[in-house]
């Protein structure tokens, strides 16, 4: 397939890293035209499961009312990047990244462990592929603190394809500490006009993932954008996460602390709250049972 100058926004990221946000953020700009969660292997889903648009072809029907000839996903996305260039509007592309990395019934439970929607597009298009990732303590916990060895297993190959092939990376801390200015950045590194129609996400709903299949996180919960604490977790899952090496080496190579404590003040504070947690919970189980 020959290069054309037709240009395609790629965002990456992992599950439970905060892209279903910045997904609707993007899609709140004017003449942005953008697909959730698609991949050469298939799609998310949305608030229908599996009667949800789960491919460039039906997310551009259902959702633009934009007719694709093409099938196939790499052919899907030119077409649609042609249309898009004639009607003066921006596609971005969010490539639903976890059916590469995590065994799943698309990949035959035998994830290829490679970036296939980057693959795919690159040298076909002006393609302009970023990342949007979270500290990976947090990522962890959001998917309810499986395994560490298999998630990191898992987690390691994804981060160390993006820093492979040089992918620029946005920190979903930082959007969510100052987002007028993480949005300008990010806005102005794939090329699109900023503004701050971005604020009104709330309203944007053409996305699949949590805000559709009716995940009630708590960033949906809070309505606004804003760093959430980290979540309270048994103290042997933090003995758990904080022994892991390959933690610290990832969290080391993207800049994050590797402990779940942020810094000992924070861990002297846990500590003593699940202290004063367990003395209440047996102050009440004497005063019934006595």
């Known amino acids: 397939m020959i290069m054309n100058n037709n240009k395609i926004i790629l965002m990456i990221s992992f599950a439970r890293s905060g892209a279903t946000l910045l997904n609707r953020c993007l899609g709140s700009l004017s003449n942005v035209v953008i697909m959730s969660e698609v991949n050469p292997l298939g799609g998310g ?85 970023f990342a949007f990732i979270r500290d990976s303590i947090d990522v962890w916990i959001s998917r309810n603190t499986p395994p560490v060895k298999e998630f990191y297993k898992q987690y390691s190959k994804y981060i160390d394809e993006i820093l492979k092939n040089n992918i620029k990376i946005f920190k979903y801390e930082n959007f969510c500490q100052n987002p007028d200015l993480e949005m300008k950045e990010i806005c102005r590194y794939i090329g699109i006009e900023y503004s701050s129609a971005y604020k009104n996400y709330n309203k ?3 996305v699949n993932g949590d805000i559709q299949n009716g995940c009630k996180s708590r960033g949906i919960k809070q309505q ?36 779940y404590y942020k810094n000992q003040i924070d861990k002297i504070l846990i500590i003593i709250k699940k202290i004063i947690k367990i003395k209440t919970i047996l102050k009440n189980y004497f005063s019934k049972y006595g």
Not at 60 to 84: D, M, P, R, V
Not at 232 to 250: A, D, Q, S, W
Request: charged share 25%; with cysteine.
């Open 45 to 129: 889903w949305g608030e229908k499961k599996e009667k949800s648009p789960t491919t460039i072809k039906t997310q551009a029907k259902q959702w633009y009312n934009i007719s694709l000839k093409s099938n196939g996903f790499c052919e899907e996305a030119l077409e649609l990047a042609s249309i898009c260039k004639k009607q003066k509007k921006h596609l971005i592309i969010r490539d639903w990244s976890y059916v590469n990395f995590v065994p799943h019934e698309y990949n035959n439970f035998n994830p290829p462990n490679r970036l296939l929607s980057y693959e795919q597009l690159k040298g076909k298009c002006h393609l302009v592929a």
């Open 204 to 206: 944007f709903t053409n």
């Open 224 to 259: 606004k954008i804003s760093l959430l604490p980290r979540k309270e977790i048994p103290f042997n899952k933090i003995k758990e996460i904080n022994t892991c090496l390959e933690m610290k080496r990832v969290n080391s190579l993207l800049g994050y602390k590797t402990s």
